[in-house]
């Protein structure tokens, strides 16, 4: 009898692995893109263009949170740049400025039955840490070309989107053609601090003319090589979410005094035991959007990634463990806790009559800031613990994988390199899109850019840097949009995009 339930326990195993087999087989279709006939890429001065992106990352358009919270002086060089180098998109653009810096460009078209497209880019910068400046391969604002690669504050983030979006127009409005579609690009100089001048004044202005536009393109997404585990391709990935985010003051009040008579526990202890209870205890995970990208790309998996997430129901916790064990990924399947700021008395000796810390907080798409403070006055509990919560924006909608501004941006990625994988994903940083949510339903996070674990971590920290002939792809990238979108007689690169599944 034993060996009998043995024998069917171990058929019973075999059976179930079988099973879990065959799905990592079957459930991930081939879901990319064939582009047939594809045409060849637009010629272009690589190194022209280049040089003017290193031209403006010069400009040291640096904002930051305390006051003067920027210098105007290297913003008013960018606008008289672009002015100069632009000559075609500066007589035919209608130009509109916000609080003295933000730039609107407004092109208008022939058919005003076709709802506008909006893209965007951003002209501000963070700074540079001064104790960083010796590690720097080539000074941060000096716009070296070198090696083939583009160096300084702002290559990618985000003078890349700005330059590319000029470069892509002039090539286009030099050739004669006019835009069937209306197009607008907005440039905000503060996106880097929010974007509370910037881009959210030009939202407010384009409310005003009651615009609603087709699809809004802002950065957010980049062609990723070497970041997914399981993949051998470049995967680029296209944001069609964004978290949000809350800051939450955390602030314990005492009578203070001297340190050789401190009380059980002091303002500084009540408050350290507050923010290890909130990271003790984690928000929920949810790994909807891991299995949203997954679904697009796992055919090309290796088979050890798809058996485990074409088996959740055997594999979840398993799966779940190995997204959590590394913290970029963690942060894609849950809101995440963040201390960042912490401070207390002046002295040593001296007990602290305010202790105070604040906390950050990335909300996922279904919660919101006012779930997140609600949940942390909860995990909290503590009546001597105040909790005031400041600068919050709630999380994005989800857009359509299959409305037109993604299939055009998908087609795209996949004629300029269709070796390059495409999938939709939810962007865990901030940008300036977040002020558009109410201008279009389909609001997506793209730079045609390449992204390595080498070059990952350079986008606000050292050697920031892009390849000369990836920018130039990125102007080639934009042209195409532009072209297939509203230039209908500049329509001649693209090729027949064919769907292979859905």
């Given amino acids: 009898m034993k060996k009998r339930i043995v024998g069917l326990l171990g058929a019973g195993i075999v059976l179930v692995v079988a099973i879990a087999s065959v799905r990592a087989v079957l459930v991930y279709p081939d879901r990319q893109l064939v582009i047939k006939n594809p045409q060849p890429p637009l010629a272009l001065n690589a190194e022209q263009a280049a040089q003017r992106l290193a031209d403006v990352i010069r400009f040291p358009t640096i904002t930051q949170d ?147 536009f087709e699809f809004v393109l802002d950065e957010g997404g980049a062609i990723t090589e070497g970041l997914m585990p399981g993949f051998e391709q470049p995967i680029a990935v296209i944001g069609v979410a964004e978290k949000g985010f809350v800051n939450v003051r955390l602030v314990v009040e005492q009578p203070g005094g001297h340190s050789s008579k401190p009380p059980a526990s002091t303002g500084a202890g009540i408050l350290a035991r507050a923010i290890v209870n909130l990271e003790e205890n984690q928000f929920p995970t949810t790994l909807k959007f891991t299995n949203m990208t997954f ?117 795209n990625i996949r004629e300029l390199d269709p070796n390059v994988l495409v999938a939709p994903y939810l962007v865990q940083g901030g940008t300036d899109s977040k002020h558009f949510y109410g201008l279009s339903d389909a609001v997506y996070r793209f730079l045609m850019v390449r992204v390595t674990p080498e070059t990952v971590n350079t986008f606000h920290g050292i050697d920031e840097r892009l390849g000369v002939e990836d920018y130039a792809n990125g102007i080639r990238f934009f042209v195409m949009l532009l072209e297939q979108s509203s230039f209908p007689d500049k329509d001649q690169r693209g090729g027949e995009a064919t769907a292979k599944a859905h």
């Fill in 295 to 411: 679904d697009a790309v796992g055919h090309y998996a290796g088979f050890g990634a798809r058996f485990g997430m074409a088996n959740q129901w055997l594999t979840g916790p398993m799966v779940e463990s190995a997204i959590l064990a590394n913290e970029s990924s963690a942060s894609g399947i849950r809101t995440s806790t963040a201390a960042t700021m912490l401070k207390g008395s002046s002295k040593s000796n001296i007990l602290p009559t305010r202790a105070s810390a604040v906390v950050n907080f990335r909300i996922m798409p279904g919660e919101t800031a006012e779930s997140v403070v609600a949940r942390v006055r909860s995990i909290i509990d503590d009546p001597r613990v105040s909790i005031e919560p400041f600068m919050a924006s709630n999380p994005s909608a989800v857009s359509s994988t299959d409305a037109y501004g993604y299939r055009l941006i998908e087609k």
């Fill in 66 to 212: 305390e006051a003067p919270y920027l210098e105007p002086q290297p913003f008013i060089d960018f606008h008289h740049y672009l002015e100069a180098q632009y000559p075609a998109v500066t007589a035919f653009a209608t130009r509109h400025v916000f609080n003295e810096y933000s730039l609107v460009y407004e092109f208008p078209g022939t058919n005003p039955e076709l709802k506008p497209i909006l893209l965007m880019g951003h002209m501000d910068v963070v700074s540079v840490d001064e104790d960083t400046l010796s590690d720097w391969t080539h000074p941060p604002f000096a716009g070296v070309i070198s090696d083939g690669q583009i160096w300084g504050r702002g290559a990618i983030d985000n003078k890349a989107s700005v330059m590319a979006l000029m470069e892509a127009m002039e090539h286009l409005l030099q050739t004669g053609a006019l835009p069937e579609r209306s197009i607008f690009f907005s440039f905000g100089h503060d996106e880097e601090i929010g974007g509370k001048n910037g881009a959210a004044e030009i939202a407010r202005y384009f409310a005003s003319r009651e615009l609603n």
